[in-house]
């Protein structure tokens, strides 16, 4: 604390550059990180929108808003966003913001290839948002653009989100190269692998699957594209490709990138807990170790995403068991979670209310998961609503709560101003509500066999898909609470301590609120 | 700080060969896809093809075999099986063949790809003759019988009762003007 306080003091005015040109041309980790949060929070609510048309579509049997086509564009565009524009970027902001001041570093490792790796993103998300406006309309092959939908079938844009789907890719790359260089050679003396902050480890550890996984998409797009327009036959059964065989280098990409968007979500929430429940995080090394498993795991499991495509039975049995092996590493994850705040003095602030609901909600998704897992049930299961009731319960109330609880935790060392508790619980609780009341529901919808990616259904499936949709209302409307309290927590309020939280540990909580633009430009001591 | 610099570069670059070598192996997963499935006999492709010794048919087993035709999306040809079902024996010999007629009016060439369905039973269809090892060419309005000499290995699982064997009808007209015609027998029956 004495040491930072006095480092602190020899800081003199190196404040940003004034007017718009600090934004475009910023190194700075703080300014990076901001830009990456607002870009993601954009996206959130612009692929959020193309889910209210979803669900305003399916409030009733028939159709009635939009045309088919269009709804499939929307279902396409509404994952992809999420999936690239909304979550990724969201940790990957986080990440900028929280990691040199979690280890003690000035700025990020590379802060030149920092800004080019943002300003990639808002160039790819225009292009493939173009797309809708363009003629045959925009992606209409679902989010895993699987060929020949998304080749022999797709619509000339298809091109413009390979493109897209390069670009982001570029991005992720360039940002995961950062983190790790950033991890393993700017800590601050002292600050050794096993003391890092578990946000840290877990980013460390989704960077590398980054690395891993990204290129084998770009590769997959570039086949496609090659498909599509150099007369190779990659997935082509005319010419001697194979549909499936897509679906195999994909998900090799894919479940990886499930995981992508969920691990920096764990070391968030393993962040908050601790703080709210004034105990040290229970079973560290665990911790990582668990995490790491989970990486090396999640290369082995793809072919559960395809159970039915007719694999042999030695296959269905190999990555059955090895789906089920998951759920051992991140049981170990919750356990260590519920036993931290075992006998803790437990606060229920915003942030560690959306905490919670992540352990208690994730824990549903992981459940669901695992049904989805068993591959002779999975037959019934495949493609129906249950696989959307599983994923979006990991995601929303996984990834999109704990990047929720993140913002709220840190947000007063951003700002130097804390947040409007009570609009913070209403946000909570309205967003509690209302994911449970969207996507409950779909699991009895699956259940009862309502194919996902559909415009209209049976009128069996009528009650259930209403009440969805009030419920996707509810989580969609109190979202303008959430960005109401951000700009209101920007504006004003009560004046935060450096520390913030009674609880909170760690060295982004010794420099003052808000966090001065230029910090630990000489280390910190690390006890 | 330059050691730093050096620090980080060094790792840059490890980092960014990891993500080249990535790519490659996206690529790579085709070739090994394929491998994968000829080693495993997956995916319903044929690999025992050419002349069998005769065996004595094993008359405690009948096995239902189902023929396909399906015409590629591109294909005009009128192409069916003259017998939808026939029931055979594991190790009897049986012929049966398919019917092609050109409707068009030009001279087309066209190459049939089978697929065995259930996967597993790919490896126990012995196929002694097939018109899908040729190139088969019919001139305008014109058409004909293409023959199909087949065995079922006795060694075929107990529970296997029902094998469907589909035929795809490719045009390949536009290629053999190329003149990339294959001959290699292997490479055709993975085609």
Partial sequence: MDTTLSVDSTEHGHGPAKGLGRWFFTTNHKDIGTLYLWFSLLMFLTGGCMALMIRAELFQPGLQLVQPEFFNQMTTMHGLIMVFGAVMPAFVGLANWMIPIMVGAPDMALPRMNNWSFWILPFAFSLMLSTLFMEGGGPNFGWTFYAPLSTTYAPPSVTFFIFAVHMMGFSSIMGAINIIATILNMRAPGMTMMKLPLFVWTWLITAFLLIAVMPVLAGVVTMMLMDIHFGTSFFNAAGGGDPVLFQHVFWFFGHPEVYIMILPAFGIVSEIIPTFARKKLFGYASMVYATSSIALLSFLVWAHHMFTVGLPLAGELFFMYATMLIAVPTGVKVFNWVATMFHGSMTFETPMLFALAFVVLFTIGGFSGLMLAIAPADFQYHDTYFVVAHFHYVLVPGAIFSIMAGAYYWLPKWTGHMLNERLGKAHFWLSFIGVNVTFFPMHFLGLAGMPRRIPDYALQFADFNAVASVGAFIFGLSQLLFVYNIISCIRGGERATDQVWEGSHGLEWTLPSPAPYHTFTQPPVIK | ?191
Wanted: proline share 6%.
């Fill in chain 2, 1 to 191: 700080m330059d050691a730093l610099g050096r620090k980080n570069r060094r790792l840059v670059l490890q980092l960014v060969l990891g993500g080249i070598l990535m790519f490659g192996f996206g690529f790579a997963l085709v070739p090994l896809y394929d491998v994968f499935c000829r080693i495993t006999g997956l995916n319903g492709k044929i690999t025992n093809t050419g002349p069998i010794a005769a065996e004595e048919a094993d008359t405690s087993r009948d096995i239902r075999v189902q023929f396909i035709g399906i015409n590629n999306e591109a294909m005009p040809w009128e192409f069916r099986p003259t017998l939808n079902t026939v029931s055979v024996n594991p190790g009897e010999m049986r012929q049966m063949a398919y019917f092609a007629r050109n409707p068009t009016s030009a001279r087309m060439v066209a190459q049939a790809i089978p697929s065995v369905t259930p996967a597993e039973a790919a490896q126990y269809l012995h196929k002694v003759s097939c018109f899908c090892f040729d190139q088969q060419a019919l001139d305008a309005d014109e058409d004909m019988e293409m023959p199909l000499l087949f065995v079922i290995d006795k060694k075929l699982p107990a529970d296997i009762h029902t094998i469907t064997l589909s035929y795809t009808l490719f045009d390949i007209t536009p290629r053999l003007s190329t003149g990339q015609i294959i001959k290699d027998d292997t490479q055709r029956s993975t085609l």
